[in-house]
């Protein structure tokens, strides 16, 4: 009974929770960062469930809890497959009407410490995400473990927003003209900019008076953290040395120093389901069911999609659309689920015994994504979050409290610095080089030698990662189903630096980064650099382009960015997936709201565009069937 009265008091669950954090981070620490975590199922569920258990006792701040024991059935005017930065959206802007909607994800709610802004570096090893192994050309991968690399898919609700580092910077005003100029109307800067506001509650402080770029009141809280603001005193003078701008990340010009922005409102992580749907929960005519996976899209013989087949709790249901049924299940498994449908490249479908409902050639090509590679520069201590940070009784304490200090503050890049290196049009980034003040860790992916070499003399020092990370890559890959079993994953090529262009602006990038760190500015944070050469690529030279092509080859990796494997194109493009309304070509009553119809992929983090196109979308639909908004009654 005693032992339980003291159990129950805050302060001794606040005391309890710190230690198991420090025995985990000591843990994670002392065995190679991440890589432990990954590699071990055992300890991960072990320092998950502890920090779960804790969480639940002590922190109030935390997600919605949306699952449901109830299957769905019936018929809905609209389905919705998939609740993710784009689901969430097309949801809740349809449901404003009078129309009914069912919302399909097939991952669960989020767990409690996805809300924390710090900790977002744990979600890749969560049940929050899978990892499906993703390949490249031949000459790339070469440092990394059988070259082939996983990539981070969302299930959960809110999608990557639930897992992602909360980045919100919207894409240079030239990648929405280029979109238009590709035969897409109404997708240029200047018809998507309305859009881009009304889903903002911007609450920040701005570098420019930019004012008319930001909205106010929308569901999605934006903001700029202190860390942010801390990066951006130390880059002013650097700018100023090099001649470049500091500009706001979603205002007008699109070149220069960015500090971000994030998705992050009173110390607590906005995800697409806590902005969009947590609010409107009370809808009778929204109904949410997590743990749902759609298999198939049902059609008449019309080839009018009138539903959906799914699974739920290992059983398979089947449930009616009346207007239509809109696919927002992301880059990956949008291609996989029209694939699954029927809908796709013929020969690919018919190898697999799939009946082919439209054949769509364009499913699954196109892919686009960033590709990116980081040097770490030892800095000067005090600037990087340490290890001791993260276990400051303190820092736990004031978050799980007020969801204030160093909890509440994302492990994220904290400035973009957007370059145009390659030609073309000067206001156009093509190479983005982003910082992170870190504390050096292992590198997951990579080689034991590779990580010996690159991060070995760095390990638990303070250092900043900087990023070169390739915004408009010429070369793409592609996605590819080998089974007709909707519980497979996807095969994914990324083909990266297919173009020899690619590589060449990879040059180009780190050579302008050594530039932005030989700065004075930046000497006055650096401390004196241990020798970071890449061994298999020495015999090139001391850092010459020969150096820097073969380290790319070896370092370089596609990041989670991508998309456009749906793409949006009028008909006169053949690989066109969705026309600019966004509806499936071949088949009616069908549309794909996510990053996948971007026709190429924007110069920088995608989120932002994401929200902005289901925004756009929502209208879009609620025109198509003249529903506009009403008041709704509550469940
Ligand atoms: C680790 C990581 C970090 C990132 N960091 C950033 C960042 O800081 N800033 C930024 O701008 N972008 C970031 N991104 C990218 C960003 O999160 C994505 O671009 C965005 O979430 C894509 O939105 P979406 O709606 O297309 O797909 P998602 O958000 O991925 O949502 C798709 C949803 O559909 C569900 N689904 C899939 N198949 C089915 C099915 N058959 N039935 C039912 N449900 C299904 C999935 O479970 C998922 O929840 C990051 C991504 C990752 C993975």
């Known amino acids: ?233 130390i880059i002013r003078p650097v700018a100023a040395e090099l001649g470049l701008d500091i500009i706001d990340p979603n205002g007008p010009s699109n070149i220069g120093f960015a500090p971000v922005h994030n998705t992050v409102k009173k110390g607590v992580r906005v995800s697409s389901s806590e902005a969009f749907l947590k609010p409107v929960l009370n809808r009778k005519n929204l109904h949410i069911l997590p743990g749902a996976r759609v298999d198939k899209i049902l059609f008449n013989q019309e080839k009018e999609a009138v539903g959906v087949e799914y699974t739920f709790r290992g059983k398979t249901y089947k449930v009616e659309a009346r207007k239509e049924v809109i696919i927002s299940a992301g880059t990956l498994h949008t291609p996989k689920l029209l694939m699954l449908s029927g809908i796709g490249p013929r020969k690919q479908l018919e190898e697999l015994g799939i009946p082919v409902v439209a054949e769509v050639p364009g499913v699954g090509q196109n892919l686009d994504s960033h590709q990116l590679f980081a040097l770490n520069f030892k800095i000067k201590p005090g600037l990087s979050p340490t290890f001791m940070d993260l276990m400051n009784p303190f820092h736990i304490a004031s978050y799980l409290r007020e969801q204030t200090g160093f909890y509440s503050l994302p492990t994220t890049p904290l400035m973009h610095t957007y370059l145009n290196l390659g030609g073309g049009d000067p206001r156009w980034p093509d190479v983005d080089i982003y910082m992170t003040p870190l504390v050096g860790v292992g590198l997951p992916y990579y080689t034991n030698e590779i990580k010996s070499q690159i991060v070995g003399p760095l390990l638990n020092e303070p250092v900043l990662n900087v990023g070169v990370m390739l915004c408009r890559p010429k070369s793409k890959g592609y996605v590819a189903i080998t089974s007709a079993d909707p519980a497979d994953f996807p095969f994914i090529n990324h083909n990266f630096y297919d173009h020899p262009d690619d590589v060449k602006l990879h040059v180009k990038g780190v050579k302008e980064l050594n530039r932005i760190m030989s700065s004075e500015g930046m000497k006055k944070i650096l401390a004196p650099q241990p020798d970071l050469t890449l061994k298999a690529c020495a015999h090139l030279g001391n850092k010459t382009d020969g150096y820097w092509e073969c380290y790319a080859r070896h370092m370089a990796l596609p990041n989670e960015h991508f998309c456009c494997t749906a793409k949006m194109a009028p008909l006169t493009d053949p690989m066109g997936v969705v026309s600019p309304r966004l509806s499936v070509r071949g088949v009616s009553g069908l549309r794909v709201v996510d990053a996948s119809v971007m026709p190429e992929v924007v110069s920088t983090n995608p989120m932002a565009t994401v929200y902005v196109i289901a925004e756009k979308a929502s209208d879009i639909i609620k025109q198509d069937w003249s529903l506009e908004n009403t008041k709704i009654a509550s469940k």
């Not at 990394?144 to 580092?165: E, H, L, S, Y």
């Open 1 to 233: 009974m005693a032992l339980i009265d003291i159990f129950s008091r805050r302060e001794t669950r606040i005391l309890v929770f710190i230690a198991i954090v420090a025995c985990g981070i000591a843990a994670v620490k002392s065995f190679f960062s991440l890589d432990l975590l990954l590699e071990s199922p055992l300890l991960k569920a072990m320092v998950l469930k502890a920090l779960r258990f804790f969480l639940s006792l002590t922190f109030s701040a935390g997600p919605q809890d949306f699952d449901s024991d109830l299957p769905a059935t019936g018929a809905y005017d609209f389905i919705v497959v998939g609740a993710g930065a784009a689901g969430c959206v097309v949801a809740s802007r349809l449901s404003e009407t009078s129309a009914s909607v069912l919302l399909l994800e097939e991952g669960l709610s989020a767990t409690l410490e996805s809300a924390i802004p710090k900790l977002s570096f744990i979600q890749p090893v969560s049940e929050n995400v899978r990892w499906i192994k993703s390949f490249s050309r031949e000459n790339t991968l070469l440092g990394v473990k059988n070259q082939t690399i996983p990539m981070i898919a969302a299930r959960v609700m809110g999608g990557g927003t639930t897992i992602n580092f909360g980045l919100y910077v919207r894409g240079a005003k030239l990648d929405y003209d280029n979109w238009s100029a590709l035969g897409n109307p109404g997708w240029d800067h200047a018809s998507l900019l309305p859009y881009f506001k009304k889903s903002e509650d911007f609450i920040g402080t701005i570098t420019e008076h930019t004012d008319e770029y930001h909205g106010k009141g929308g569901p999605l809280t934006v903001d700029t953290t202190d860390d942010v603001i801390k990066m951006e005193e």
